[in-house]
C-alpha cells in the first residue's frame, strides 16, 4: 500500500519559515521524480517545486529564490524549505510521487502565513 504521509505545516507570520516534510511507503522512492503542489481556495491545484530521481529540480516563477526542494532516498523522503513566506503562499501543500504512468498524492498539510 502507497502513502505519503506529509507534515510540518502550520501558522507563520509573514517573512517567516517552514520545512515541510513527506514521508514515502510502499514505493520504490529513489526512482520517483517528487513534486510538491498547493491550493488555495477557490483556485486549482498548482505545482510549486518538483524534483526528479536524479535529483534535477524546478520551481514555479511564484517561489523561486524563496523555496527549496530536496529529498534523502535513504530517508524515503523529501523536504520543502518554505522561506521568506507570504500570505499569497498560504494554500494546503500537497506532496505528489511520479513515476512514468504511476502517480501517487498525499493527504496534504495547511499552510497559513498571517500576521
Known amino acids: 500500500q502507497v502513502q505519503l504521509v506529509e507534515s510540518g505545516g502550520g501558522l507563520v507570520q509573514p517573512g517567516g519559515s517552514l520545512r515541510l516534510s513527506c514521508k514515502a511507503s510502499?514505493?520504490?522512492?529513489?526512482?520517483?521524480?517528487m513534486g510538491w503542489y498547493r491550493q488555495a481556495p477557490g483556485k486549482q491545484r498548482e505545482l510549486v517545486a518538483a524534483i526528479t530521481s536524479s535529483g534535477s529540480t524546478n520551481y514555479a516563477d511564484s517561489v523561486k529564490g524563496r523555496f527549496t526542494i530536496s529529498r534523502d532516498n535513504t530517508k524515503n523522503a523529501a523536504y520543502l524549505q518554505m522561506n521568506s513566506l507570504k500570505s499569497e503562499d498560504t494554500a494546503v501543500y500537497y506532496c505528489?510521487?511520479?513515476?512514468?504512468?504511476?502517480?501517487?498524492w498525499g493527504q496534504g498539510t495547511q499552510v497559513t502565513v498571517s500576521s
Open positions: 510502499g514505493i520504490i522512492f529513489r526512482l520517483y521524480a
Open positions: 505528489n510521487a511520479q513515476v512514468f504512468a504511476a502517480q501517487h
